[in-house]
């Protein structure tokens, strides 16, 4: 539990991510910044809040598929039905009970509105925000979902945790689009988190074949956290992985018209972003797989009525198969209106430096 005013930090903090525009395109930060850095701001009736984090770590190495660069790597927190659902539920019940026993008013909060969810939690005592900018727990590890319960009641606060990451860097030096400019900072413009969901527009084209098999978020920094070992049984979210989540085979994925799209990942956090955006992170995958049996997939995706995959698609033809690609220009290119793509194109077609030629 904390109180509302126990983040004083957050506010210049806040201000110089968003100055330092490493925020990207993700325009709702700092159009709701002074809301999201002072909870007073969000609802000023509010005299405590109460912040609840669940382990919801993997049984198996969820790294492990990224080497098999013929399946999609999905990250954990969205193999399974939306967390929101699941937090928020859990959350109205302890906010029910806490009514029920004391009175008072109660709003719960689940990464939905401008709630700083991560500094509220380390005020709270629940964990520290380790060097990845994730909350780490001595009891729960790394792999954490949050939640904040407001409420008017005026309840004592808990001490705040300390820092345990000590000399640690495993989570800076395995990211692999080094998005970490120094420990406890993040670059969201080069994470590929940000990349695959957040982003709206073709991914830069230096940190496409970084990216590798990742086609939705990036587990990477938490899952190399030492103090993942730690995690007790027993506090697990519980978040089935559907099997058809686990691995996904890249072709079949490429192939998902709209309604396949949507039949796929109802209930998934990834039915957010939208069809056009998630066979983007599709295209680089296949990109990034050195199978040329792949070029037949990048190809007919070429006619794609969305840009963003059509843009896609030309970079990973010309990954996996560069005369194939230039066949196809003699067509698509001219008839191409849109400037993104016609650059697109051009650079697809220019001669490539050896380090971005596929493996």
């Not at 680089?284 to 963003?308: H, Y």
């Amino acid at each position: 539990m904390v109180r509302p005013d126990a983040i004083p930090l957050a506010k210049p903090r806040l201000r110089e991510f968003l100055s330092a525009g490493a925020h990207g395109d993700m325009a709702w930060m700092a159009a709701n910044a002074e809301r999201r850095s002072d909870p007073r701001a969000l609802w000023p009736e509010a005299r405590s809040i109460v912040v609840l984090g669940m382990n919801y770590g993997p049984d198996d190495d969820p790294l492990a598929i990224l080497k098999d660069r013929n399946r999609g790597a999905i990250s954990v927190y969205a193999q399974g039905d939306d967390y929101h659902d699941l937090i928020k539920s859990r959350l109205k019940q302890i906010g029910r009970w806490l009514i029920d026993r004391a009175g008072g008013d109660i709003k719960v909060f689940v990464d939905t509105a401008p709630v700083m969810e991560k500094p509220l939690a380390a005020a709270a005592g629940l964990g520290w925000q380790g060097k990845h900018t994730n909350l780490v727990s001595r009891e729960l590890g790394s792999w954490l979902f949050l939640g904040a319960l407001f409420t008017t009641l005026d309840l004592p606060a808990d001490a705040p945790e300390g820092d345990h990451c000590g000399q640690c860097r495993a989570c800076l030096n395995v990211c692999p689009t080094a998005a970490f400019p120094a420990p406890y900072r993040l670059d969201a413009r080069r994470c590929i988190s940000y990349l695959t969901i957040e982003h709206k527009r073709q991914i830069p084209r230096e940190l496409r074949p970084m990216m590798g098999n990742r086609i939705y978020g990036c587990d990477d920094c938490l899952a190399v956290c030492p103090w993942n070992k730690f995690a007790r049984a027993g506090h697990e979210a519980k978040l089935a992985a559907r099997d058809s989540l686990r691995a996904p085979q890249l072709a079949a994925l490429a192939r998902l018209d709209d309604a396949a799209f949507r039949a796929l990942f109802t209930k998934s956090a990834v039915r957010r972003i939208g069809r056009p955006r998630f066979v983007r992170n599709v295209l680089i995958a296949l990109g990034n797989s050195g199978n040329a049996d792949f070029a037949a997939e990048a190809e007919r995706l070429l006619d794609d009525e969305s840009p963003l995959v059509r843009g896609a698609a030309i970079w990973a033809l010309g990954r996996l198969d560069r005369a194939r690609l230039e066949t196809c220009a003699k067509t698509r290119r001219d008839n191409e209106g849109n400037p993104e793509l016609i650059a697109e194109w051009a650079a697809a077609l220019s001669p490539a430096p050896a380090e971005a030629r596929p493996p």
